[in-house]
């Protein structure tokens, strides 16, 4: 079992938990994920690693309620437990040689940028971030984001906050008044990674994507994780989730990401139905 | 005495209705049915069955005990030279390897070896008695990978010799292929997890949800104490065709499809995992894993189940007695046939239609036997012109398997051969590295479980030399 030390709620529908994980806390790194059960018949799913505190032995995650799996995880309350955590998993991001950087965040991929953002300042790199909300009430961790950036530009899709519009508008802006970066790291929805890719191509800049497929074990044995990268099936528990933004095939992964929509939504359903009754 | 010459059939649930069901087909024998079983066996001096035992079990010594009806003398003979029998005796391929070799079997039908074996660990289950005295520790450390059946035996023999083995497993729960691969209709896991318990028992520690490579290293196990590592990691990642059309929904590994059904239970009506329940599936591939998918399939709904494999019937990999149940179940074989191709639903006028992206069929192309391939299995040459399309809405490759490199990689100085599984020296298990020892899949690549069982027997000896040698 592993303990919930910590739980903050960052908006209606994200939630930060620190987990008692000292062995993953000991090697997690920028870029990695691990995978959790909270009870024992529960779905097994992939969440980014979004800080380790080796001295506490926590893992912090930061996800978004969005089925039944992450609304069994809400209800679960600091100093309760879940049932399986384990990690780190997929490759950590590539940091080598990056002196200046561009994060591209949107919605609930902001958490999993933060520590990548996080990271890259660390290493004393210059880090621009790019981070897109639907409206004002979601916009989660600003403060931190405006720690570890040089330059923070935060947009809402109704422009209830920061300025009005999508991620791609600022990004090349920034590029076109002749910000040279290294790279630009994109995480987000697919479609917005999909934008973000097709923005930056003119300017030449390396594009590196994280990739949020469906996952079962997380390990290379199932395979159900599986993208078109470079014409190439790549198994993005085992050789991602970070790729070459310019080889990925964005709209067969958004297509396969819809395979069990229906099964989900009844899930989800259910998960609402049951929280009512318990309400009551 | 007079020769029986056909072997007493053991009761299975009836075709019709274990079709629907997850429950376990073959019921195994009755005390009776084991005695006059037991009885067919001639006892001939040169014992050509123990030769074709990977593990050399004394074969015609345990059916001599069940002939006189001391099962628990049957299954301590067994015992010496298997750890597994409750599992060996459901999934062994039997008619390739001790039943093979039996002299009854030149004439006749040989001796049901495997049914025996079965009904002498089910006995004991039952009614024997485990001998639970702890042995006294002996003070040492070792580190297994992987609870599989090489890494549960290795594990095992270590533990009885008074070691201190700590068990690292990647998933949620112990077992390997034989909880999360090898369906419950044909080995239920109430046996695997008996299994695990006895080791508990034996004090040996199993850590689930610890991914060596990732979560720890070997390099780290050695630091934490540990004297010897054992790697038994498993076959490894799936493979695919690389024909079009594989990233279309409804396209899965067979690992991937056994794993959701099994491990994730997604069989139960109430499992939040989710699975397709496709009315017609195409399993491509023709070994235990594709008759275990195809299986899967069926009692899941499925209205038409094919089997798409490039060579005949008598190439087929998979043990005799799973083809022959698929069979009776109604599992097509759609033999000397090679996708070439699989489709899938666009509509062109809607690009947001849920249907886009899911599989319509499978196209495929017929083949003939060719000259004889390196190991002696007849090459499939296609027949040019000969492609025809079957409408399916799921596809299963199960075309087997490539090492994982993860503790390759994070391990300096494995040795790995040209396929990346694990070099070690035949005798003892060991690697290219100093005290660590690997066996089962992840050396020799998808094999069976009896080799694997054999393979964690070999490294558990090894190690005990080297360790109680070091002083
Ligand atoms: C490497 C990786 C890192 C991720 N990091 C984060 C994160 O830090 N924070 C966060 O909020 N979300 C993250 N996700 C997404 C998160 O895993 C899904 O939101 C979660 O699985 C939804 O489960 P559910 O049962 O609540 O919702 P469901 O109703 O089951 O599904 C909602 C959505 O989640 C996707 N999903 C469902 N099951 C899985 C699964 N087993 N694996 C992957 N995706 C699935 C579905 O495609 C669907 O679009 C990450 C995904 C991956 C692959
Ligand atoms: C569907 C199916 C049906 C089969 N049917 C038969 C049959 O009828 N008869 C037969 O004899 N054989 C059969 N086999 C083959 C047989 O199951 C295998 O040969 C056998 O299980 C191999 O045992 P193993 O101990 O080497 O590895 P596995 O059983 O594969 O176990 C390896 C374990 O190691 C874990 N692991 C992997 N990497 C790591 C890591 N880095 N850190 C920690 N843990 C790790 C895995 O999660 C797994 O639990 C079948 C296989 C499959 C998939
Ligand atoms: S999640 Fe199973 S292979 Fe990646």
């Known amino acids: 079992m592993y303990k919930i030390i910590k739980k903050r709620v ?6 930060m938990m620190d987990i008692y994980a000292p062995l993953i806390a000991n090697k997690g790194r920028a870029g990695q994920f691990i995978i959790l059960r909270v009870d024992d018949d529960g779905e097994r799913i992939p969440l980014t690693i979004a800080g380790c505190d080796k001295s506490t032995g926590t893992v912090k995650i930061i996800f978004q309620v969005v089925g039944a799996t992450t609304m069994a995880l809400n209800a679960k309350a600091e100093g309760e437990s879940i049932c399986d955590f384990v990690g780190p998993l997929g490759c950590p991001t590539k940091t080598d040689g990056i002196k200046r950087v561009c994060i591209v965040g949107g ?31 979601l916009v989660i961790l600003e403060e931190e984001f405006n720690a570890c950036s040089d330059k923070l530009i935060i947009v809402t899709d109704d422009g209830s906050y920061g300025r009005q519009g999508v991620v791609t508008a600022p990004l090349k802006e920034l590029l076109e008044s002749g910000e040279q970066y290294d790279e630009v790291i994109a995480i987000g929805p697919v479609i917005m990674m999909k934008f973000v890719v097709e923005t930056v191509k003119p300017f030449g800049v390396p594009v590196t994507v994280s990739m949020n497929p469906i ?16 014409g190439k099936t790549k198994f993005a528990c085992v050789d991602g989730p970070d790729f070459n933004g310019y080889e990925v095939d964005f709209d067969e992964a958004m297509e396969r990401s819809t395979m069990y929509a229906d099964f989900e939504r009844r899930e989800r359903e259910e998960g609402c139905n049951l929280f009512k009754k318990e309400m009551k | 005495m007079a020769i029986i010459p056909k072997r007493c059939e053991m009761p299975v649930q009836d075709a019709a209705v274990r079709a629907h ?56 003979v067994i015992s010496m030279s298997s750890s ?44 024997g008695l485990d001998n639970d005295l702890l042995p006294a520790p002996n003070g040492h450390k070792v580190a297994v990978i992987g609870s599989g059946p090489s890494g549960l035996t290795c594990a095992g023999d270590l533990a009885k010799k008074g070691y201190k083995v700590t068990v690292f497993e990647a998933l949620h729960v112990a077992g390997g292929v034989l909880v999360y691969g090898i369906p419950e209709f044909r080995l239920p896991k109430k046996i695997v997890a008996k299994e695990v318990d006895a080791l508990k028992r034996y004090g040996v520690d199993i850590q689930t949800n ?78 235990n894993v594709a008759m275990d998918a195809a299986r899967t399939a069926l009692r899941l709904g499925a209205e038409h189940v094919y089997i798409i494999y490039r060579r005949s019937m008598e190439e087929l990999p998979a043990r005799r007695e799973e083809v ?46 060719g000259e004889p391939d390196e190991r002696g299995r007849r090459r499939p040459v296609e027949i040019p012109g000969s492609e025809y399309e079957i409408p399916v809405d799921c596809v299963i490759m199960s075309i087997g398997t490539s090492p994982n490199p993860l503790i390759k990689n994070t391990t300096a100085g494995l040795e790995v051969n040209r396929r990346g599984g694990i070099v070690v020296e035949e005798n003892t298990g060991k690697t290219s590295r100093d005290a660590v020892w690997a066996g089962g899949d992840a050396v020799t690549g998808a094999a069976t479980v009896i080799l694997a069982m054999g393979a964690g027997k070999t490294a558990a000896r090894a190690i005990d030399n080297y360790i109680s040698g070091k002083k």
Do not use: W
Not at chain 1, 112 to 120: C, D, G, H, S, T
Not at chain 2, 36 to 52: I, T
């Open chain 1, 10 to 15: 960052l908006n209606p529908t994200v939630t």
């Open chain 1, 107 to 137: 919605g609930v991929g902001c958490a999993i940028a933060l520590p990548v953002a996080q990271e890259f300042a660390s290493l004393g790199a210059e880090v621009h971030s790019v981070v897109g909300f639907r409206n004002k009430d």
């Open chain 1, 215 to 230: 996952m079962i074990d997380g390990t290379g044995m199932c395979g159900g994780c599986r993208l078109t990268v470079g």
């Open chain 2, 21 to 76: 069901n997850f429950n376990e087909v073959a019921l195994g024998y009755t005390v009776e049915m084991a005695v006059a079983e037991a009885g067919r066996c001639l006892n001939c001096k040169n014992k050509p069955c123990v030769e074709g035992c990977p593990v050399n079990i004394a074969i015609p010594d345990f059916i001599t005990k069940v002939k006189q009806g001391d099962f628990e003398g049957a299954y301590s």
């Open chain 2, 84 to 127: 597994l029998p409750a599992v060996c005796g459901r999934v062994c391929p039997q008619e390739s390897q001790c039943e093979s070799k039996c002299t009854l079997g030149i004439k006749f039908e040989p001796v049901a070896i495997g049914r025996l074996e079965r009904f002498v660990a089910d006995r004991h289950n039952e009614c």
């Open chain 2, 210 to 287: 610890v991914v060596i490579g990732k979560t720890l290293t070997i390099d780290d196990l050695f630091d934490q104490g540990y004297e010897g590592v054992f790697i038994g990691s498993g076959a490894g990642l799936p493979n695919f065709m690389g024909i079009p059309g594989e990233s279309l929904k409804g396209v899965y590994s067979a690992n991937e499809f056994l794993t959701r059904s099994n491990l994730m239970k997604a069989y139960a009506a109430d499992s939040h995992t989710p699975i397709m329940h496709a009315k017609r599936v195409a399993v491509i591939g023709g070994g």
């Open chain 2, 324 to 369: 022959e149940h698929a069979e009776e179940e109604g599992i097509e074989f759609k033999i000397l046939n090679n996708p070439v191709e699989i489709l899938g639903y666009r509509n062109p006028n809607d690009r947001r239609d849920p249907k886009n992206g899911f599989v319509t069929g499978i196209r495929v192309i017929k083949c003939r036997l």
